[in-house]
């Protein structure tokens, strides 16, 4: 029998987990003597510490819970599916009822021609997929020179050892050996960092024109897919300029090279639109999701291919999958929870509701005195923290100090909001109510008053 439960005293807690738990992201010595907040249970938008603390969860646990905790639906239909059949592969010419019916759903929701299905048992491992894909894809069509993936600085697809690749992150890169060869990247459309004194509308043209310098320099032969997120959402929010995506959308298409939207955090409802792809007007050929697609409830991700490339990945044994892929438990939850997202209407009610009301009392944030932008894309959104809002300067001390702050008084004040650096996120559970609402940004605004103070008396309010 497990002794360890809910009951122990926090203390006790953290210290078995210091003791054995190896945390990801996470420098575990400083967590060790600090201790790591146990989360004992969570309803709706809420999450409960084992201190009986209730904490608004603006960030749908890892962005995933769009549907929010505690649907009784999700839990049965698990135990059903565990009773009848918990586990079969998708291997040797076998299938099961939960990966039928969930491959027609994404096929029936995805846009355009995306219609075949590979299961994986999440993000990450999906866009594993994706680099494999693309390249035998190539292979087949008799072109196996054009194996480079390009990708974008500050992107996040994953960290296994493929989608870390992918993604643009620094300091992912500085350890373990990555990226692995032919995965380029260049630079994010991210004007409020690095847009200097470029209007937004041109420097997203810039920014995306870079696709195209990559593509000459390295030989349109060579180069086989771009990989993006339609908003970057790890990378802090970033919701690129209006000019950005039909830009590299023309420059795909001119090249002929296969266009991959990491929907991870994007899909489902998160920006109003099923997809990110609708919100931002691009046609991908692949998409990658996971997340939201069960509500975190069950892992489990997908790689959404359209017909061509699935009919061509058709003539050959693919020699890829995992033990996972369509497992039937996760497939089983991940089909009942976009049930409710449909026939409750959440992607209507981010659109037409939560969204408009999130996004009206959150760009009024951009008043407050460390605020340089407030931005937001359905319910995802992002506040740039500044000591000089006109010429949107960066902190003078280490980057992220501020954010880190700010994000320790909002833990004090029961929201969870993440920092990127020195921005600041929110992806609430995509279900929050317009009361809700109030109270997160409520809570927000007082965490930023109390960061103000704070750092004003630290001597931190500096431009560097
Ligand atoms: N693509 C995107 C766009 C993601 O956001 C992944 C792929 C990888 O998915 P899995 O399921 O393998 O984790 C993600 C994951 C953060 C954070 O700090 C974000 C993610 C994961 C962990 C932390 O914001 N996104």
Request: glycine letters at 10%; proline letters at 5%; a negative charge.
């Amino acid at each position: 029998m497990n002794m360890i439960t809910n009951h122990l005293p926090t203390a006790e807690l953290q210290a078995l987990d210091a003791a054995h738990h190896m945390h990801p992201f996470t420098e575990n010595e400083g967590l060790a003597k600090k201790g790591a907040r146990v989360i004992t249970r969570a309803k709706g938008v809420w999450i409960t510490d084992s201190e009986g603390h209730d904490i608004l969860d603006g960030m749908a646990g890892l962005w995933c819970v769009a549907i929010g905790y505690g649907r009784e639906e999700l839990a049965e239909v698990a135990a059903r599916q565990m009773r009848e059949l918990p586990f079969y592969n998708t291997f040797f010419q076998t299938t099961h009822v939960p990966a039928i019916a969930l491959a027609n759903k994404l096929a029936e929701l995805a846009p355009g021609d995306l219609n075949h299905v590979f299961f994986a048992g999440g993000g990450s491992e999906a866009n594993d997929t994706n680099i494999r894909m693309v390249r035998h894809y190539w292979a087949l069509k008799g072109q196996p020179e054009r194996n480079i993936l390009i990708s974008r600085k500050n992107a996040y697809h994953g960290s296994t050892v493929g989608s870390g690749s992918l993604g643009g992150m620094s300091g992912m890169h500085a350890q373990g050996g990555m990226p692995i060869p032919d995965i380029h990247h260049i630079n994010q459309p991210n004007w409020y960092a690095e847009g200097g004194d470029m209007d937004p509308g041109a420097f997203g043209l810039a920014r995306a024109r870079e696709l195209e310098e990559a593509i000459e320099r390295h030989g349109p032969d060579r180069v086989g897919a771009f990989i993006a997120e339609p908003i970057q959402g790890a990378g802090g929010v970033i919701i690129p300029p209006a000019t950005y995506w039909p830009e590299i959308q023309r420059i795909c298409d001119k090249y002929g090279i296969l266009l991959i939207a990491d929907e991870v955090i994007c899909g489902f409802g998160r920006t109003g639109n099923w997809f990110g792809s609708q919100t931002l007007g691009i046609k991908p050929h692949i998409m990658t999701v996971a997340k939201g697609l069960s509500s975190g409830y069950a892992p489990i991700g997908a790689s959404i291919v359209c017909d061509e490339v699935a009919q061509t990945i058709a003539r050959d044994e693919f020699n890829h999958g995992y033990t996972y892929s369509g497992h039937p438990v996760a497939a089983a939850v991940a089909l009942e929870n976009l049930r409710i997202i449909e026939e409750e209407g959440i992607v209507a009610h981010v659109r037409d509701v939560a969204g408009p009301y999130l996004k009206q009392k959150w760009e009024a944030l951009a008043e407050h005195p460390l605020v340089g932008e407030a931005s937001i894309s359905g319910l995802m959104g992002s506040i740039a923290l500044t000591p000089d809002k006109a010429s949107r300067a960066k902190f003078a001390g280490e980057e992220g100090t501020v954010g880190y702050i700010c994000r320790e008084r909002c833990f004090a004040n029961n929201l969870v909001m993440r920092h990127v650096g020195d921005r600041m996120i929110i992806a609430p559970p995509l279900v929050i109510t317009p009361a809700e609402i109030d109270t997160l940004v409520e809570r927000a605004r007082k965490s930023l008053d109390e960061t103000l103070e704070k750092i004003t008396a630290e001597g931190l309010l500096t431009a560097a």
